[in-house]
């Protein structure tokens, strides 16, 4: 991919969640089948990094343990509707940050999530690179939860949801993101059709997501495919690929 239509993806990301803040944090109330199961990795006294904490909504997940939260988020609108939530609630800090340029100290946070965020950056060079600036801000033992949209779910109340997305290629050629698994996905709630707000996204693949955290030195706890209903999930099955790894 192109170097200009790089930047122009990383540009329109944030463009976009500004705009459609409001009715985007309206359908980001609760947590999804699964995510419940990452508070086993928190305890009282941590610090933990959300790292595209949209409006926080993660953070409820742990408002029964006294921790310290940083939520940042590329998006000024969502952090604001972050700061206002959280207003009350000692401990928790919300801020706008690019993942790409972020200034952590080293070895500092317990446990990091990143929660539907790393599919948003095109290139593997820059995940790498977030990847490996989060890893050294990581202390030793502490564990980096992920979880990305899966594109290739077929099954569900809108089967194919996502595949007139990933095969538009008249929609790619526009950014010259022609991999398989890239797609502009729109955002369409209370928008007339000219005013859809067409996101990137790339959907990984196991294998992809498991080279991606070894070559940045994690060790893997699993990778796998999970639904928002219960049971086993597959890639043609799973809404989310989720990921746990530890800084050993």
């Known amino acids: 991919m192109k170097t200009e239509n790089v930047n122009r993806i990383l540009a329109?990301?944030?463009?976009?969640?500004?705009?459609i803040a409001g009715d985007f944090s309206d359908t980001r109330g609760v947590s999804w089948e699964g995510f419940g199961e990452f508070t086993k990795y928190a305890k009282e006294g941590d610090k933990i990094l959300d790292l595209g904490c949209g409006n926080g909504r993660t953070a409820q997940l742990f408002e029964s343990l006294k921790i310290n939260y940083l939520g940042l988020?590329?998006?000024?609108?969502?952090?604001?509707?972050?700061?206002?939530k959280y207003?009350?609630?000692?401990?928790?800090?919300?801020?706008?940050?690019?993942?790409?340029?972020?200034?952590?100290?080293?070895?500092?946070?317990?446990?990091?999530?990143?929660?539907?965020?790393?599919?948003?950056?095109?290139?593997?060079?820059?995940?790498?690179?977030?990847?490996?600036?989060?890893?050294?801000?990581?202390?030793?033992?502490?564990?980096?939860?992920?979880?990305?949209?899966?594109?290739w779910k077929i099954n569900g109340r809108k089967p194919f949801r996502y595949y007139p997305y990933l095969f538009n290629y008249a929609e790619k050629s526009k950014f010259g993101?022609?991999?398989?698994?890239?797609?502009?996905?729109?955002?369409?709630?209370?928008?007339?059709?000219?005013?859809?707000?067409?996101?990137?996204?790339?959907?990984?693949?196991a294998n992809e997501m498991r080279s991606l955290l070894k070559e940045a030195?994690?060790?893997?706890?699993?990778v796998r495919?999970?639904?928002?209903?219960?049971?086993?999930?597959?890639?043609f099955t799973g809404d989310n690929l989720l990921a746990v790894a530890v800084k050993k």
């Open 12 to 19: 329109s990301t944030p463009r976009i969640y500004n705009k």
């Open 73 to 84: 988020d590329n998006s000024q609108e969502l952090i604001e509707i972050a700061q206002y």
């Open 87 to 151: 207003r009350d609630r000692s401990g928790y800090k919300f801020e706008v940050a690019d993942a790409l340029d972020l200034h952590l100290e080293p070895n500092q946070f317990d446990l990091v999530l990143m929660i539907a965020m790393l599919h948003h950056i095109p290139i593997r060079a820059y995940r790498m690179k977030i990847l490996q600036d989060v890893f050294v801000s990581m202390k030793s033992g502490a564990r980096l939860v992920m979880s990305n949209w899966n594109l």
């Open 177 to 205: 993101a022609y991999d398989i698994s890239d797609a502009f996905v729109p955002w369409k709630a209370n928008l007339r059709q000219s005013e859809w707000q067409s996101r990137y996204v790339h959907s990984f693949t």
């Open 217 to 222: 030195g994690f060790a893997i706890d699993y």
């Open 225 to 235: 495919y999970a639904s928002k209903s219960k049971g086993k999930a597959a890639i």
